[in-house]
């Protein structure tokens, strides 16, 4: 059997930088700020920094850039000069992915702490990504982002049949019918029911998708949340309430997911029919998103991702 001799981390083009812990519902990243985009950060060195045992721990690695110094998000500035910063996101495994609704919102509250940008409560500022630029509100309890249009990953095949992927995980008994959405990254949305067993499933190793969208996806288990007589609140009357956990790819179980959130409720709320609201919480054990379907300035569907989003600590690495 081999052994595995556990070495001194070497921390490369991290070693002697400054770190900033953050997280948003529960999903948790690790922050750098690099403004010219120097560092080099290969895969292994980003998944040895968020490992929970022989690393910092995180869900997340992100990288504050100045998106003029990208060549590949320079372009951002031309239809909108005010997207300085540029979030450079990359899963626990060192994977890169295109978009991450909690990151946004950390991001934001990242580069405030650091004192890079300013943004009064109301407030509103641009920030690049690699699925275009979000727009992002300062609010009471935390931030509001505008994710864009979400559509659907298999085109019509959903809008014909209401599902269009199988999903088999540990704890589902049967495969299950899934909807796949992009919310700039990729998500397969999988409903229980009222009698699902959102609690009883194991979500430790990847569920299986087929057909799996091309760049991999997360996996988001879905019930709706039970709302008892007493919370007959008319104010919340109108807003649709689902439950949610999530696999996410290039991490494996997280306590949130923003972007899982929004798919979650486009899909809930495409599978509801023209009645369904168009205002949701999504509760996930991390805490609770809200997500809200409005109308953009292009006339398209746009998704609000709104929640809080927090700071917790330094670390210096050696
Ligand atoms: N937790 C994020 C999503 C992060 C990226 C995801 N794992 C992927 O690979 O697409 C969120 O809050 O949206």
Request: proline share 5%; charged share 20%.
């Amino acid at each position: 059997m081999a052994t595995h001799v556990y070495e001194a981390p070497v921390w490369g083009d991290l070693t002697a930088k400054t770190l900033t812990k953050g997280h948003a519902t529960g999903n948790d990243f690790i922050f750098i700020t690099d403004p010219l985009g120097e560092l080099d950060l290969p895969a292994e060195l980003i998944a040895q920094v968020t490992d929970r045992h022989f690393g910092i721990g995180a869900d997340g690695f992100i990288r504050a850039v100045k998106t003029k110094n990208l060549d590949f998000a320079s372009h951002l500035l031309e239809a909108h000069p005010e997207a300085t910063w540029f979030m450079d996101y990359r899963n626990g495994d060192g994977s890169i992915a295109e978009m991450c609704g909690n990151g946004v919102r950390a991001f934001v509250d990242y580069l405030l702490s650091e004192g890079l940008i300013e943004l009064e409560e109301g407030g509103r500022l641009l920030i690049g990504t690699r699925a275009g630029v979000k727009a992002v509100a300062k609010t009471d309890t935390g931030y509001a982002i505008d994710m864009g249009p979400w559509g659907f990953i298999n085109g019509d095949m959903a809008r014909d049949n209401g599902t269009d992927a199988q999903v088999t995980a540990k704890g589902l008994k049967t495969p299950r019918g899934a909807l796949s959405i992009t919310m700039g990254n990729p998500h397969t949305v999988v409903m229980l029911g009222t009698d699902g067993k959102l609690d009883g499933l194991n979500l430790h190793e990847a569920p299986k998708v087929s057909p799996r969208p091309p760049e991999g996806t997360n996996v988001e288990f879905v019930v709706p949340e039970e709302i008892s007589a007493e919370d007959g609140d008319p104010a919340t009357e109108n807003i649709g309430q689902i439950r949610m956990r999530v696999h996410e790819r290039g991490v494996g179980e997280t306590l949130s997911c923003g972007t899982g959130a929004c798919a979650a409720a486009a899909a809930t709320r495409f599978w509801g029919g023209d009645e369904a609201p168009d205002e949701w919480l999504v509760r996930v054990p991390g805490g609770t998103l809200a997500v809200t379907f409005v109308l953009g300035p292009d006339e398209l569907e746009h998704v609000v991702l709104a929640g809080p989003a927090t700071m917790v600590g330094k670390i210096l690495l050696g």
